[in-house]
Structure formats: C-alpha cells, structure tokens
C-alpha cells in the first residue's frame, strides 16, 4: 500500500528520534482482538506524536494510541489497525504545585510512577483502579477507570481540570485549565474522558489532589443475605458517615480470593468491606457508629484491617474487577440486591456461575460469568441481565471477554437517543475516521 510506505518513509526522515517496527514478531504481542497492527510507533515528545498523527490523517491511515496496554480488550472487535502509537516515553510529572494541591503529568506516566512521586509531598491522586503498575493516566482517562474509593473522591471527571490533546489532523488542542477554579466556559475535558481514543489522543492532564490520610482501617462484615447487606449500605449513604468506600463481596469472589489469592474471607452469604481514612480518632468514632449501625442490619463482626494486610486486601478486591468474563452493570443502590437475586436466577437456568464484587455505595457491580466458553448460555444469559438492568433503568456493559463472545453479542448494548449527538461529535473531531473505529458504542 502505497500510503503505508510513504508513512513510514516520511517518519525515518523527519521524526528520527521516533522508534518505528514493522518485525510482525514483536506486533504479535501489540494484538488486539485478533487484529495485528501493521506498525508500532513509539514517539519520545509531544510533537513528534503530533507529527505521526498528522502523517497517517494525510495519508488515511488508521491509529490506535497505547498506554500500558492494560485495557486494549475493551469495547467491540476494532477496525483494521494500521498503526500503533505507544505513548508510554511521554512519562514525566511535569509540574506538581503542592500549596495549591494540583499537578501536571504527560498520559504515558503510570499511576503508581505518579503516585510515588506525588507522596514525597505527602498527596495523591485519588483515584485507584486496577494495574496501577501498568495503566498509564492517559489510559485511565481514555477508559474513565476507577475502583472502589470513586464513592468518596468521585471518578477522572472530577479530579481532572486541564487536558492537552492531539486531535485528528495533527494539532495539539487544550481545555480546562491548570488551576481548579477554572474559567467558564464549554467543559471539553468530558468529551475525552472514555471515549477510548476515539476523538483524541491525550498526552497532558492537570488533576486536583488529595492529601495523603494520616490514617486508614476497613472494617469487614458479614451478612447471611444481600437484603441486610445492603440495608446497611443504603444506611450508612444516608448517615452523617463519610466511608472511602463500601465494597460488596459475594460467595463466588470470597471463593476465588481465598482459591487464587491466599485471602481468607467468608465464604458463604456476603462480606460488606467499609473503608475509612483520616485521624485515628476520627476513624475510631465512624468505626464505633459503623458497627452499631451494621448490628441493627443483622451484620456479624468481621476483622479491622489496617496496614499491609489493609492495603493487600483492596489490591485484591481491584483485581478481581478484571476477571475473564466481566460485566460491569450500573444501577441506583436501592436495584443491587434484586438484582443480585435475579443474577442468581438466570445463572441457575443457563447453567454458569457467578462472582460479584460491588461498588455498594455508587451502585456499580462487577460481575464475573464462567465458565467463559459456554459461549451460547452466555449469549442468553447476557442478553436477559443487560434486559432487566434496563427495566431498573441501569446499564451492563461488557467489559471484557473472549473474542468469540465479542462476534456474538454487543459489548455496549444497543445505542440510546444521545447516539446521534456522538456520531456527530465524531465527524466533527476525526471526519476521516484515522481513529481506529468499531470499539466505541454503535461502531465509532
């Protein structure tokens, strides 16, 4: 293709800091869902990632951007992949302004490069999904990742405030600002925010920040059904309590975390994790009220978690998040535990399994179908749970599963009236699709 040669022509010569493979053994590992990209490109400044983009848009050539390839399965079976642009050399903090609690990072960082760095000044960002290690923040954003702390601290769209974008054409776009009282005006930032790269390609962020605690515990109860469990969650929102975060365990994620990961919780009914930072005696009060409240709701006292057993305990809840098969289905807190039920029902007639963890508090579950290539039960049984979330008004997204899963059912479900208004956002930012499409909802 005569396109394809010009590129890479082009880009040895004007970009040579740029490193350029075409050795397919090395674009295997760069595969997604099946589909190999034709080259991998991994640019060493914001300019030369500009110039990449600009080059393959003239030539109409397709991109897909790649942080630290963490979430690449998310989404529907993508297009053809011409080229791959890694961003994981844009990897510097490069401002971090502590009086004024904010900060300004390249999108090839990872999360706990980031995390490190901002604790010599004892803040964070807080925001916790899984693969902290891997996920860069441009990934972070492009997926709108989160975990269980988004209860207290909100998800990307709150802690970020300024973002730098290489738009399809080439040009470097900037919105929001660097400071939290920022000035009025169309919120951009939103727009890039999970769109998995569809619209941009995000290579600057400025956050707010947090403060890191001066303390922290989890307290961990048990509950014989999911109807008290979740009388007490729905208790706890409507106190006067501020958790970090309410986490919902069932049978079959205590059984996986006990089986896969040596952490011993209950496993039978349903453990409620509850999360709390701060002073210690600030913790020790809402603790107290904590376990006071869970007794009216039939709740058996569970360990308080502090220290590496704490920080081990909500490594694994995040991993667990990712399982092979996972549906994430959002709901109002008052739907989780019919659901649950009904969960337990359509498992039963199709004849599969299920582990679930829950962001109780933000009504957000995760759950885990096996076995995972049962793929027509699976078909049937998706199908009725993504139908009954919408009959509560919620949602169930794929967000991981085998390829052949993705040729049989919609990952995203079937787009809702605002679909539009996206199709048209998308000829207005990327009119010649050099985006990489089909991964987004309804084939953006």
């Known amino acids: 293709m005569e396109e394809f040669a010009t590129l890479v022509d082009t880009l040895r010569q004007d970009v040579p800091s740029t490193q350029i493979t075409d050795d397919t053994a090395i674009l295997r590992s760069y595969t997604i869902d099946g589909i190999l990209p034709r080259l991998l490109v991994t640019p060493t400044s914001i300019d030369a990632l500009a110039q990449v983009v600009a080059l393959a848009n003239q030539n109409t050539l397709t991109l897909l951007a790649r942080g630290g390839g963490s979430r690449m399965n998310l989404g529907d079976l993508p297009g053809h992949i011409d080229v791959v642009i890694e961003t994981n050399q844009l990897n510097h903090l490069l401002e971090h302004e502590g009086p004024d609690l904010t900060c300004h990072v390249q999108a090839g960082i990872t999360l706990a490069s980031l995390q490190k760095q901002l604790a010599r000044q004892g803040q964070r960002l807080s925001l916790d999904p899984p693969d902290a290690e891997e996920s860069t923040i441009g990934g972070i954003l492009a997926s709108n990742a989160s975990g269980p702390k988004r209860l207290r601290y909100g998800t990307a769209r709150d802690l970020l405030i300024g973002l730098r974008v290489v738009q399809a054409n080439g040009d470097i776009a900037r919105s929001g600002g660097r400071v939290v009282k920022n000035v009025a005006g169309y919120d951009l930032n939103k727009l890039y925010i999970g769109s998995l790269g569809t619209l941009g390609i995000i290579v600057e962020a400025n956050f707010k920040l947090h403060p890191l605690p001066s303390a922290e515990r989890t307290l961990l109860l048990t509950y014989t059904n999911v109807e008290d469990a979740m009388s007490t969650v729905l208790a706890v929102i409507g106190s ?8 919902l365990i069932d049978t079959g994620a205590a059984n996986d975390m006990s089986d896969f990961f040596g952490l011993h919780l209950p496993t039978s009914g349903y453990t409620l994790a509850v999360n709390f930072e701060g002073s210690n005696s600030t913790i020790d009060r809402q603790m107290h009220e904590t376990r006071m409240l869970a007794r009216r709701h039939n709740a058996l006292m569970g360990e308080d978690l502090q220290g590496e057993e704490q920080q081990r305990f909500w490594r694994v809840v995040r991993q667990h998040m990712q399982g092979t098969l996972t549906c994430k ?27 679930t963890i829950a962001h109780a508090g933000n009504g957000i579950l995760y759950i885990e179908l096996r076995p995972g290539d049962a793929v027509p039960r699976l078909v049937k049984a998706i199908t009725d749970l993504r139908r009954y979330a919408q009959e509560m008004r919620g949602s169930l997204v794929i967000e991981r599963c085998p390829v052949e899963l993705k040729r049989r059912v919609s990952i995203w479900g079937e787009p809702g009236a605002d679909f539009p208004m996206m199709q048209r956002l998308k000829q207005q930012f990327d009119p010649k699709r050099t985006f990489v499409g089909g991964r987004f909802l309804g084939g953006l």
């Open 329 to 355: 289905v959002a709901l109002l807190p008052t739907m989780i535990a019919p659901y649950i039920q009904h969960l337990t029902d359509t498992c039963r007639r199709h004849n599969l399994e299920a582990a």
């Open 240 to 247: 006067q309590l501020t958790p970090g975060a309410l986490e």
